[in-house]
């Protein structure tokens, strides 16, 4: 890994997978502006210490769906995929299920913090069946499928998501040093989310 690949406190950068989740896209009669606006928003507004390394636009099909974030995190060992698309009520909605499928653990808590922010924002917020979670090393999020309100909920979870990282990865001194940062501003960490043990 080169030094272009690292952010400006030396940490490597986190790798980062886009998946697509639409029929209207995947057969080309809609333009996938959800992913194009979150790699801009990743690559070039770095609202994320990442760099995508992978996109790729499935249908709405769980068997797809599944396939994809399995090789992403088995095969590839992204750091974080992030699915933009099928989390609604419409019946080829399955992103949700297929997702829960290959978690091997929730994170409730990135879920309910985009639920809740985005609630504040519209009260059609209540629609959208957004699953946060881990699968090995790899952190899955689902966002929704519009533009701007993939944006916001990717927004909402950014700051959450660097730390999960080294959670994950086991980077004890990351961890040591996010934790001193926080206390000295007088954050108290609770035992139940510090990763050290």
Known sequence: MDSSDAGPDKRPAIHIGILTVSDRCFRNEAIDESSKNLYTLIQDKRILQGNVVVTKIVPDEGDQIKSTLVEWSDQRGLSLILTTGGTGFSPRDVTPEATKAVLEK????????MLKQSLEVTPLAM???????IRGRTLIINLPGSVK???????FVCPGIPHAIDLLKDKTEEIQTTHSSLQSRGVEIPTSVSGIT
Do not use: I, K, N
């Not at 929730?106 to 913090?113: D, K, R, S, V, Y």
């Not at 629609?127 to 979670?133: A, D």
């Open 149 to 155: 309100a993939s944006e916001e909920c990717l927004r």
């Open 127 to 133: 629609l959208s069946r957004l699953v946060c979670g």
């Open 106 to 113: 929730e994170a409730l808590g990135m879920t309910l913090a």
